[in-house]
């Protein structure tokens, strides 16, 4: 993800969805498509506050609970 930084925050701004972690209810994985793949975000909420964990391209989608979708 070097050199990369934009299109995590744009991931954040304007994700495609969001899912909610199956292992941990407190991380949300955004995900926004980029050609053929995805740059998913990966973050903790907590109380009222977040982090991100990290951040990568895929081309597979984690499991986990859709939250949210880009009508």
Excluded at 1 to 26: H, N, W, Y
Aim: proline share 1%.
């Amino acid at each position: 993800m070097r050199d990369r930084e934009k299109d995590a925050v744009q991931t954040l701004k304007e994700p495609d969805f969001i899912r909610q972690s199956r292992k941990d209810a407190g991380v949300y994985l955004y995900y926004r498509k980029i050609k053929d793949k995805f740059i998913c975000v990966v973050c903790k909420h907590l109380n009222g506050d977040g982090f991100i964990i990290t951040t990568y391209i895929t081309d597979r989608i984690k499991e986990g609970e859709e939250i949210w979708r880009r009508g």
